[in-house]
């Protein structure tokens, strides 16, 4: 074989988000739907991204400016085609006809209610196309049940027709080879295969699928690659969604450890498509990362911690029930424990607050310390206010930190201070009411009310 590096080779994407959703039973279009913390539609843009495609048009229904939205979003470049009545699948991949007549080297047409395909594949099937000198390259799957999928029909081991279910004879519904839907075609001789597609069968449709019948009817080669089940698992309805998620958690949790990450119960951990984590990193049960997290090397994050748009430093430890909202940075060492929320706060090295805090719009120096129960008051019901807190200082327990302010390096805050003003470098502020004594008050109390 003597293919072209795919890399040489044009390819253009036309991605299927046209699909009503109506088994989700949402307001939202189906393919903006979310796993692990984007949508289907974004993970199928970035899979098309890794396999090196160079320009991608989409093919959405009518009412869908939330699907145009995503896309001019994720994919500013990509062109958008408006299938105005559902009329099958090849119907509505020439919707994109104006992009496909350019006339690219390889045309991928996927589907974006099936998430999980990896880039390796859309790269794989092209390569497919140039190895075999194929006009389609079909991606074959063996689901555990094949009732609703059409089957791959083949001659002396050559693929000669799909067949849907509706349309297929007894004997054909027993192959256990399915279509997984997605294709790829040599993008040159595209047109005049999807041009001469009908639509006489069960439902009236033009399906994409009678490509492999027309290529053979036309003397070219339509091929097979074989891909796992769960890669092309399609989502119709919420269920599904569940299962497309429990695959990817899996894909994610395994890339994890085989990173070097220590994890003690992986099933109990969920993560998003993005999330960061470095050598040696422990995540102890019942983490949940939302999108944006980083955690370098050696650090912990301990049982029923929340992290969202947040950077945990080398050695660092969070949790266990600790709270990073987006914009905290935690730097190296920092200790956030039990009941602590922080947003949008920079802990510099060494930095403990370990019980029962919100830190949030603020500065804490390198060492200082902030007692239990210390809260910033950055919000006055209109704008946010930052709280500053030099290196080396020592917040009491159960202070509240009124911003905007400032606490100098070294300064302590007595316990229970309410701290308005600015505290210089090593003083003490004290801001509560002195204790008041009164001897014997409790005694004649109680003797005057047990009497009555
Ligand atoms: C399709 C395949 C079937 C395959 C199965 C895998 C065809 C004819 N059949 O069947 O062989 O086993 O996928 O899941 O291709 N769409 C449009 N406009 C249309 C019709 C469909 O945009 O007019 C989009 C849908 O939103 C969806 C995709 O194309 O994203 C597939 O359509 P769907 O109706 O789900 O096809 P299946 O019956 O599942
Ligand atoms: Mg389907």
Redo the contacts with the bound molecule.
């Keep these: 074989m003597n293919s072209e590096p795919t890399s040489k080779r044009t390819c253009l994407a036309v991605v299927?988000?046209?699909?009503?959703g109506t088994r989700m039973k949402s307001s939202k279009p189906k393919v903006l739907h979310a796993l692990a913390g984007r949508s289907m539609l974004a993970h199928v843009l970035a899979a098309l991204a890794a396999a090196e495609v160079d320009h991608v048009a989409v093919?959405v229904?009518p009412g869908h400016e939330a699907v145009e939205a995503e896309v001019q979003k994720l994919k500013p470049g990509a062109e958008i085609f408006l299938?105005t009545e559902?009329?099958?699948?090849?119907?509505?991949v020439l919707a994109a006809r104006q992009a496909i007549a350019r006339g690219y080297d390889d045309l991928l047409v996927v589907?974006?209610?099936?998430p999980l395909v990896r880039g390796e594949t859309f790269l794989a099937m092209r390569r497919a196309l140039a190895d075999y000198h194929a006009a389609v390259v079909v991606l074959g799957f063996e689901p555990e049940d094949p009732t609703?999928?059409?089957r791959l029909i083949r001659e002396n081991g050559e693929l000669v027709a799909?067949r849907?279910e509706k349309d297929a004879s007894e004997e054909e519904r027993e192959i256990g080879l399915?279509?997984?839907?997605l294709m790829a075609f040599g993008g040159h001789g595209a047109l005049k295969l999807l041009d001469a597609i009908g639509n006489t069968n069960a439902k009236n449709?033009y399906?994409?699928?009678d490509a492999v019948a027309v290529a053979r009817a036309h003397g070219v080669l339509a091929a097979v690659f074989d891909v796992p089940a769960d890669e092309?698992l399609?989502v119709?309805d919420r269920f599904q969604l569940s299962v497309a998620e429990s695959y990817l958690q899996e894909r994610l949790r395994l890339a994890a450890m085989q990173a070097g990450v220590t994890m003690r119960e992986p099933t109990s951990v969920y993560f998003s498509f993005d999330t960061v984590l470095g050598r040696d990193v422990t995540i102890e049960p019942h983490v949940v990362f939302g999108p944006g997290v980083t955690v370098a090397e050696g650090a912990s994050i301990l049982a029923f911690s929340h992290l969202e748009g947040a950077s945990v430093g080398p050695n660092a430890i969070v949790g266990p029930f600790a709270r990073l909202r987006p914009g905290a940075v935690l730097h190296e060492n920092v200790h956030v424990g039990n009941f602590v929320e922080v947003k949008a706060a920079v802990l510099e090295a060494g930095v403990k607050a370990n019980h029962l805090s919100y830190i949030g719009d603020a500065k804490i120096g390198a060492r200082s310390n902030i007692g239990a129960g210390t809260i910033t008051c950055n919000y006055n019901g209109f704008s946010k206010f930052f709280t500053e807190v030099g290196e080396d200082a020592f917040v009491g327990v159960h202070s509240a930190l009124v911003a905007p302010v400032k606490i100098g390096a070294g300064a302590y805050i007595g316990t229970g201070s309410v701290i308005t003003q600015d505290v210089p470098a090593d003083a003490l502020a004290l801001a509560r009411v002195h204790q008041i004594e009164k001897p014997g008050w409790a005694a004649a109390f109680r003797a005057k009310n047990k009497k009555s």
Excluded: P
């Design positions: 299927l988000a046209a699909g009503e093919v229904g299938q559902r009329r099958g699948t090849a119907h509505a589907f974006a209610d099936t609703g999928y059409g799909i849907e399915c279509n997984a839907g449709e399906y994409l699928t092309v399609g119709n």
